[in-house]
Nanobody, 120 residues
Framework: QVQLVESGGGLVQVGGSLRLSCTASGRTLSGYAVGWFRQAPGKGRLFVSIEDGDRTLYADSVKGRFTMSRDNTNNTAYLQMTRLKPEDSAVYYC???????????????WGQGTQVAVSS
């Protein structure tokens, strides 16, 4: 069993930066594919990025602005967000799949989310 906890959200101005963390406990993140999603009020949960050890993929809406990384020694995945826009405001969730990323889900584990608000 893996528990995922996101942190690092907050309020930031347009053009600012935030770094989100997704810390795993219970088992090491090694061997898991990790992804980030976001959900704005009244909208569905949308893919942001994934990293599975071989590749890192991003949604077109964040490509060039967001960077995903992971530190397996700290059991943490990160989402560095730069040049933030109001439309980036959402609750951000991380998810993990053992082995290969399960495109379209369902995903093995989810965190509880962290709120990001970008003010104009």
């Amino acid at each position: 069993q893996v528990q995922l906890v996101e942190s690092g959200g907050g309020l930031v101005q347009v053009g600012g930066s935030l770094r989100l963390s997704c810390t795993a406990s219970g088992r090491t993140l090694s061997g898991y594919a990790v992804g980030w999603f976001r959900q704005a009020p009244g909208k569905g949960r949308l893919f942001v990025s994934i990293e599975d050890g071989d590749r890192t993929l991003y949604a077109d809406s964040v490509k060039g602005r967001f960077t995903m990384s992971r530190d397996n020694t700290n059991n943490t995945a990160y989402l560095q967000m730069t040049r933030l826009k109001p439309e980036d405001s959402a609750v951000y969730y991380c998810a993990a799949d053992w082995g290969e990323w399960r495109l379209g889900g369902p995903h093995d584990y989810w965190g509880q989310g962290t709120q990001v608000a970008v003010s104009s």
